[in-house]
């Protein structure tokens, strides 16, 4: 943890030798949200409603997953621009140092840009909870948390995967941005809106059915039975990383260098 | 003029080449479509009333399909990394001994790009989007002049966007930084021009700044034209408006460009 530190430290800094143009990009990443977030408000201005979710339930909703896409995408650069590093061979360099393999690609890089999104993100959450009709209690507020956290779990997984699939294909997939960006359009939507089997792959193959749908029911009080259940639920989304995490090390196991 | 042409089309053997990467990219903009229809489905699903004066969802449903087909023809962002390199590195200094305009030179590049991008993309999605299951059918447009119409003011969009997107290049002379405020600008633009929703669902005071702005001759005009939304004899009206904001826009870029390269300084390196 304390390498972790340092290695932010360090990525920080170089980061900053660039100071107007990291700014900018901060702020340019604060708009890229923001565009589409006016697009939803204009878009409930006309409509009213989503299939009986007001605008502050779906402002929760996309706050939620937003944040948790800028924090995995601050944390996950490493894997997600992973096959620059297979393809010239610099792995090579991570598998003989005495670390796990994880972090030191975590370390790699850090996108302290993002802070942009993050604070664009943040600041619809805290207007969606000022606005939205619930009384908070201790058990909602920890629900909110949870979404947060298995959201960022599910987007590092993501990363993860598609960052162990260069260990065979050597060259990056443009596919895997149907996962990340994708899942997050989805998701910025509670998921019953869509069409079965959207719901349905979004729920038991990536979950993202337990970060923006479930424990949001509970959140809006709309749930029967036990609530510790749907407390509880977006640690499921967290379960996604761990398989995640093994075929990586599977991965690893197999990995051939290219030599070059 | 020729030197324009052969530059235009190495451009374009170049850009195809990437074949897999449109392919992958086809995939992806399947399901951004779906997504993106599937969300609006629910919108009008709950709508009592269709608002007036707006899409009807068979309408919204072509404009999405024709946005994902045409994409590299709307997106402001379309970066071509070689040309802020040339700027920043000092390589421009190349390009300055070539015995040709550099204006031309670099439009005729960015177009080709555009082109060989939207050629490997658009076919597949729109054949597949015509013979989709009914409610996410992409319909053909009502008659051969429409669509005629629908041609001649995407080719004319595609201009302007070019146009555009020439000024964002050259304004990479003064502030020396391609990315940041760029960003900002492609994205502002890129909502002007109804690529985040489209512009018959905007509120009407914005409806009211849209409409003053170039940016949705690009996109949104030969979108709504395909599916019959904007009437004919309006099309007809707006091609000349079209051709007003290109003129005005290559001539401004040209001029802007001459102020840049008089004073431009050769990053060393």
Redesign the interface.
Known sequence: MRLFGKYLLILFKSQMQYS??F???S???F??P???F??LY??F????????WDFYEVALCFGVIHMAFAISECLGRGFDTFSGLVANGDFDRLLVRPRSTVLQVLGSKFEFTRIGRLLQSSMVLVWAVSRIDVDWTFAKAMTLLFMIVSGTCIFAGIFILMATMCFWTIQG???S??FTD?GR??AQ?PLN???KW?TRFFTYVIPFGFVNYLPLLFILGRTEGNPLLYVLSPLAGCAFIVPCLLLWRFGVRRYRSTGS | MRAYVSVFRLRLANGLQYRS?AL??I??QF??G??II??FQ??????QSP?PL?LSLSQLITYVWLQQAFLSFIMLWFRDNELFQLITSGNIAYELCRPNGIYGFWYAKLLAQRLASAALRCFPILVVALFLPQPYRLVTPADPATFLLFVVTLTLGLLILVSISMLIYISTFITM?A??????FG??G??LAGV??PIP???SW?KSIVYVLPFRLTADLPFRVYSGHIPKWQALELIPLQLLWLAALIGFGKYAMGKALRRVVVQGG
């Open positions: 107007t143009s700014w900018l990009l702020f340019g990443q708009f890229i923001f565009s589409v006016a697009g204009f878009l201005e006309r409509f009213g409603q989503i299939q009986g997939l443009e596919i941005s149907i994708g359009e989805m939507y809106i869509y069409q959207v | 990467a992958a990219g995939a992806t399901f951004w779906f997504i599937m969300v629910a919108f009008y699903a709950q709508a608002p707006s930084s990315a940041g405020s760029l960003l900002m994205v502002l890129e909502f985040v929703i669902l905007m509120p914005l």
